[in-house]
């Protein structure tokens, strides 16, 4: 039924904890970095309050302004995010998935900083292509996955929708999987390498989605226990800035969840995706049908053709086959 195997994975990521220690670093730090902020800006706001009469209010208020900075601070770093964090450790898990040698220790992650590095000199450059790649599967996805489209059942819409919404996070590693293909490449042109693998995948589609549907469930039954076990703790924390916002709390426990999540379940689905795209694409290359279908379905997968014709690279065989750009702009 599947096409990953979750004991090579596990191997994987064993071999990998340097990162894994990295990311757990990162991710819980953003955790507290939370806590804090709500902490403090609650205290502020509850000293505040009680100047005005309302100290329940202004600690509320406070709790919201404090979590707000830390929201658009973490907006602002989320492309050092991905360079520096999520790039790294996907060219270390797939130069292992490869059988070659990887050192241990910081040196694995030097060595993997090198190696993204090598094909983006920026942390923009990935971003950029990164963001190109998510608008072009979020369209594709959308258009031709959708269970609302397959089964229009009259009154279950909003139900359908949200199942569509569920599978469609099982699908969000698609991204770092063909981040994967592009660093495996080596000296290639990135645009043209994450172009190719964003038709392969068209191409398999349905054999990706078995499997995202089997990991959507396993992520989020391992998140929702993960947020179990936090929650109490969360509450704890913030109770010492004798803040007592329900709401908040409860939030700082969902980004808790999501932080853990991000930090050790994220990869192995990752991983997981990268065992299927090379299962399910072996031996193809990519169908000019195909990129004829997403040149009419997605206006960043025409931005993506263009960059790879201006990196300098030769045209691939599916290169030869792309019509003109589509009039039409839904993606």
Not at 108 to 114: K, P
Not at 214 to 237: K, Q, R, S
Request: proline fraction near 5%; glycine fraction near 12%; aromatic fraction near 8%.
């Amino acid at each position: 039924m599947i096409d990953f195997r979750t004991g090579q994975i596990l191997g994987l990521l064993a071999r990998t904890t340097p990162f894994l220690l990295l990311r757990l670093v990162v991710y819980v730090g953003i955790t507290l970095a939370y806590v804090l902020a709500v902490g403090v800006g609650g205290g502020l706001g509850a000293l505040f309050g009680k100047i005005g009469g309302s100290g329940g209010r202004g600690a509320a208020f406070g709790g919201l302004i404090g979590f707000g900075i830390v929201s658009g601070l973490l907006w602002w770093a989320r492309e050092y995010l991905l360079y520096l964090v999520k790039a790294g450790h996907i060219a270390v898990l797939v130069e292992l998935m490869d059988g070659k040698p990887v050192p241990g220790g910081k040196g694995q992650i030097d060595y993997a900083s090198g190696i993204v590095k090598q094909h983006f000199t920026t942390s923009s450059m990935l971003f950029g292509l990164n963001q190109l790649i998510r608008g072009i599967l979020k369209a594709f996805n959308r258009l031709t996955l959708s269970i609302a489209s397959m089964l229009p059942i009259p009154g279950l819409d909003a139900v359908v929708k949200l199942i569509d919404a569920i599978i469609n996070t099982g699908l969000s590693h698609l991204d770092q999987v063909i981040l994967a293909q592009i660093l495996r490449a080596r000296d290639g042109n990135p645009w043209a390498v994450a172009r190719d693998c964003t038709v392969l995948y068209a191409q398999n589609a349905k054999g990706a989605l078995k499997n995202a549907v089997f990991l959507t469930f396993l992520v989020w039954g391992l998140t929702l226990l993960i947020l179990f076990l936090v929650a109490a703790p969360i509450a704890t924390a913030v109770g010492l800035f004798h803040v007592h916002a329900g709401f908040v709390t409860f939030l700082l426990a969902v980004i808790a969840a999501l932080s853990l999540k991000a930090a050790l379940i994220d990869p192995f689905a990752t991983v997981a995706l990268i065992q299927v795209y090379d299962k399910i694409t072996q031996g193809q290359t990519p169908n000019p049908q195909w990129s004829a279908k997403l040149e009419s379905m997605s206006a960043k997968f025409r931005e993506l053709t263009q960059k790879a014709r201006e990196f300098g690279a030769p045209a691939t065989p599916a290169d030869a086959a792309l019509p003109p750009p589509a009039a039409a702009d839904r993606g």
